[in-house]
């Protein structure tokens, strides 16, 4: 085992903020949640116990990003977004496992460490210049994008040629690691003229490219840009116009079919006087303008042309889930199915992701109500799509997020989604939960007063079903402790656990990187 103490940027040794010290009351039924306490300490690596028996063909390497710090010195962070970066690992081998997990170094966590405080702007923190000169320079790297921060702490994934990158919302944010001890290995440098400082923080990547959309503030759009597998330069594929304004809509992820590139167009927008000003906007860095109107475009992959722009109703979506081509009757693409987590057009989901409240949660319905949302977009030039609800909310408790499916079905027809939902009676999504799209029906695994985080679906080598692998998730428990859960696919029953020595703070996203033969 390794491990070395908590040179969190707060302190030497492991302790605990008196928030953090509330928190542990949780809902009033004695739990010690560690999901919004920062990390025990910046690494640790060693054997994990196993409880019930791990599938023998489990043979890889599962990572997940997410915020693992929120404090820096005496300055306590406001928002789940603003957390330095902490990369966790499980590695299974024959039915045995290890783990790991350790601070990304990325520029913000280094400054943080070395100052004791913020230097970087983050999500919802914005450090405070110390006199007029510090206001100079704070103008200008924000302008520059140098005072943005390159903390990347949302999504970690593999590229096409072997190299692993964790990444967020700020381009500067795209940094390498190694898989197996979790160095960070350095930025990720783009080569190329494609310039932008904000990028999606969901690129779609397989084996052979690596696409992404750059929201362009100065003339509203998003660029579409490709990057071949080995390859550090980004290519311009096509752009499309944003239809409101004055900024681009904010763009978390987007959704892709075998043959397009939809691009979504919210009413929560970009707020260029934030970011310039380093000061917080209505939503941290977005406003809400519901006069600017919700939009879908469609873009074809290959050429960069836009097929369809239509008008939606007003949607809340950070995280889609897939698309894909719906054909007519004569066997052409009629129009692009989407879906995604969606909030019913309501931004406060932005607000109710603050640290006190979720430290402060009591079991009762929190945020707001969330659903499985289905766009329908035509593709014969009608001027506008449709959002339906492709399930009944009560399906999954009226809270859904973190949804993940079979890779092999990405941009393709399919019927099942992993997320995480929620039992009533609140809507905080404290289940697993499978979701079957064709019967319309959901089933969940759920432990009382645990928290777990984004499901990932692995598949069984040669597996033909959709469903046929496993689902894995870390979760925090009740009593302060965290284990990974492993559940059949195919039923969503509980085959294995495996136990970290110590509960883990809420992640966000992961990926699979399957063992060489």
Known sequence: MVGSPARSVKAATTTSTPVEEEAAAGDGGGTKLSAWTSVRQERWEGELAVEGDLPLWLNGTYLRNGPGLWDAGDVAFHHLFDGYATLVRVSFSHGHATGAHRQIESDAYMAAKKHGRPVLREFSQCPEPGNLLDRVRDAVGLLSGAALTDNPNSTVLPLGDGRVMCLTETTKSSILIDPHTLDTVGKFEFTGKVGAMIQSAHPIVTEFEFLTLLPDLVRPGHLLVRMEAGSNERKVVGRVDCRGGPTPGWMHSFAVTEKYVVVPEMQLRYSSTSLLKSELAQFYAFHWLPASGSYMHVMCRSTGKTVASVEVPPFMAIHFINAYEEVGEEGQAAEVIVDCCEHYGDPAIIETLVLQGLRSFRGTDTLPDARVGRFRIPLDGSPSGELQTALDPEEHGR????????????????????????????????????IDLVLRKAMSWHEEGALPSEPFFVARPGATDEDDGVVMSIVSAKDGGGFMVVLDAATFKEIARVRFPYGLPYGFHGCWIPAKN
């Open 399 to 434: 809270g859904i997020d973190m949804c993940n499916i079979n890779r092999a079905r990405l941009g393709k027809k399919y019927r099942y989604a992993y997320a995480c939902g929620a039992r009533r009676p609140c809507n905080f999504p404290n289940t697993l939960t499978k």
